[in-house]
């Protein structure tokens, strides 16, 4: 909660240095008048009535504190006495001969009061407003307590409760124990199914044991129930995440169709246990549960900054703890290439920051796919071309548009492939038969954003090509490559299909209607629209660009996007698979990528898979930072959204 203080006499603000503030100004200066009509913030003016010698003087106060202080809006505070009382001392202070301030701190929060008067003689201006004085301190006092048990700056931090939101609760008050003996009941003989009780087991019991229970009732333990039974396969797009879970003693229940909805249900089970008086307890309720989207993804970036593999497959464990199941893995871009092909060795051998260090090798991806899958995460390669390719042209130099001056392939981009050349298509046809070998997925992401056109348009051999082919644009040619490739990758299995960057659904392509376009750019309230009308589907990446960043909470304007709201009809929500969080990585590496993406990337998890009702940032926010605790307290390097503390920090 922010008040300024406003000088009668000019429109500069003074930001007073304190956690939480709280500033009456009451003037009869029209300088303030106009200074207030001018900042919407303050529109509020309440009169007081005083003498007739006293001119009239006016209260200013933001609407928004008005509104937390309406009885029929009891979610955005109540007045709560604090823990020590309702007694406290007021300093009064003096400036110069007309500036009376009333000051109170506590816990380095303040209230303050300042009366300003043209009068100099401050004894009759006392005697006068004695009995206003008063009233105005009962006011002010009572918005001490508003700031001081719902400050902004030091939010409230709910217990056992969950990120994202289950679809159904239904809660109770009753609590149980976990007891010291606590059991993991199901097909121990399913990969997936023991790896995960080992990893929640971990998770649940991070912390010792202090005491014993002698106030609870025992839950014993949690029962798996999965009707496909395990599965040798890899998760899906059309995978199944719904599952119910049912705690009560002896044992909690949990049901699910497929084994990944039984890995969601689990995850939310661990949420439920919290501490209290020393002990685990969890509450007894019902939770019915699925996502509303089938994809929730997330982008990182290995080319710009490389990034180690345990840092991938920490970061693929916060994506579990936050329900997310597609890992968007720009694996190559102009500035490396650390993909380590045998059919093209050289690829990484010149395009690579290091050709030993600095790689991946197919067992390092093959871990990372196997990780992903006992969390139920997919693993979408991303080759792009044909632009931001530099670095192929590193190896194999002939793939690049050749460039009659040389300054066209130092741009942004670089040079991007050549899209003439029979051997291009061949080599592009050795290259995702491997890659495919290596990555299970169903989709491989063949890019098409940011093409550089300047090499094609010099270059005479192009030119005679399009005259050939009559194709009589860039935009045609660069189609024409991007459905070549598409039609490679469609011929690797019958299963086989592509994901694209927006741009080639911008620039006319027609593509397979199993083809995905990944919108990033432009408006949102037309890209969405337009895609959809056309039939294709889509995963929305728009708003959710988390390498930019700002000083502040940004959290809030990520959980408030919402992809419905930019389609015009209802079955083009269909048409919507989900979205991604994109971490680009100019400036980020492994030893920020997990602080830096969360736990705002939480707040797209949770737009993705809760409700579309679930919008309110004041109620989200105790949840995000006990959500953001639980991370701290399982590895995962995730930052501050706002001043606090958890009973666990990092490094403790």
């Keep these: 909660m922010q008040f300024f203080l406003k000088h009668a006499k000019t429109t500069k603000q003074e930001y007073l240095g304190v956690r939480c503030k709280i500033i009456f100004i009451v003037n009869h200066h029209s300088g303030a008048r106009r200074a207030t009509e001018n900042n919407p913030g303050l529109d509020l003016r309440l009169t007081t009535q005083l003498p007739s010698k006293v001119p009239k003087y006016q209260l200013w106060l933001k609407t928004s504190l008005l509104r937390s202080l309406t009885p029929r809006l009891p979610s955005k505070g109540l007045w709560i006495p604090s823990p020590d009382g309702v007694s406290f001392v007021l300093e009064m202070k003096f400036f110069r001969d007309f500036f009376l301030f009333f000051e109170y701190e506590y816990k380095g929060w303040l209230i303050a009061v300042v009366l300003e008067s043209v009068k100099r003689n401050l004894q009759y201006h006392l005697q006068n407003l004695r009995s206003r004085m008063i009233k105005l301190l009962c006011l002010v006092l009572f918005i001490f307590y508003q700031c001081h048990t719902n400050p902004v700056d030091n939010k409230p931090v709910s217990q056992g409760s969950f990120w994202p939101q289950p679809f159904f609760i239904r809660n109770t008050s009753v609590l149980y124990s976990i007891s010291k003996k606590f059991e993991f009941r199901g097909d121990f003989s399913c990969n997936i199914i023991n790896a995960a009780f080992k990893r929640y087991h971990r998770r649940i019991f991070k912390q010792k044991f202090f005491r014993a229970s002698t106030s609870y009732v025992h839950l014993q333990g949690i029962v798996l129930f999965i009707k496909e039974g395990c599965t040798s396969s890899a998760p899906s797009l059309e995978m199944d995440e719904s599952y119910e879970l049912r705690i009560g003693i002896p044992f909690a229940e949990l049901s699910a169709n497929e084994v990944w909805g039984a890995l969601r249900g689990l995850e939310t089970f661990s949420q439920a246990i919290f501490s209290l008086n020393n002990e685990y307890v969890i509450r007894k309720q019902s939770i019915i549960d699925r996502p509303r989207f089938k994809h929730r993804g997330f982008l990182i970036d290995t080319s710009r900054h490389f990034i180690n593999i345990n840092t991938i497959i920490s970061h693929m464990d916060a994506m579990e703890m936050n329900k997310m199941n597609v890992l968007h893995w720009h694996i190559v871009d102009d500035q490396s290439f650390p993909y380590q092909s045998k059919v093209w060795p050289l690829l ?63 741009g942004s981009f670089g040079c991007p492939i050549n899209p003439t050349k029979n051997m291009t298509y061949e080599f592009m046809r050795q290259l995702f038969e491997e890659v495919a070998s290596v990555f299970v997925d169903d989709y491989i992401h063949i890019g098409g954003d940011e093409v550089n056109f300047d090499c094609w348009s010099v270059n005479d051999d192009i030119k005679k090509f399009m005259t050939n082919n009559n194709i009589s644009n860039y935009y045609s040619l660069e189609a024409y490559y991007v459905k070549r490739i598409e039609q490679i990758v469609n011929n690797l299995s019958k299963n086989r299909s592509v994901i694209v960057w927006q741009e080639i659904f911008d620039n006319g392509v027609k593509l397979n209607e199993q083809t995905i376009v990944n919108a990033w750019k432009g408006d949102k309230f037309t890209v969405l629209d337009e895609i959809t009308y056309a039939g294709y589907r889509v995963v929305f990446s728009n708003p959710w660009y988390l390498n930019y960043i700002a000083y502040g909470e940004d959290w809030d304007k990520y959980y408030l996007e919402e992809p419905f709201q930019y389609v015009s009809e209802t079955y083009q929500r269909l048409l919507i698979l989900g979205g991604e969080v994109s971490m680009w990585s100019e400036y980020v590496d492994a030893t920020n990528l997990l602080s830096r993406s969360w736990p705002r990337a939480s707040a797209v998890a949770e737009r993705l898979w809760s409700k579309q009702e679930m919008d309110d940032v004041n109620e989200a926010s105790p949840r995000l930072a006990e959500h953001r605790c639980r991370m701290i307290r399982n590895g995962i390097q995730a930052q501050s959204v706002f001043p606090g503390f958890c009973d666990e920090e990092w490094g403790k």
Excluded: M, Q
């Design 348 to 410: 990484s051998i010149k395009g690579s920051y290091h050709p030993k260090n600095l790689i991946y090798t197919f067992e390092d991806i093959r871990k990372v796919i196997n990780e992903a899958r006992l969390r139920g995460i997919r693993v979408i390669p991303e080759f792009d071309t044909p632009g931001h390719a530099k670095s192929w042209g590193k190896a194999y130099p002939y793939l690049l548009a050749p460039c009659l001056r040389d300054y066209h392939c130092t």
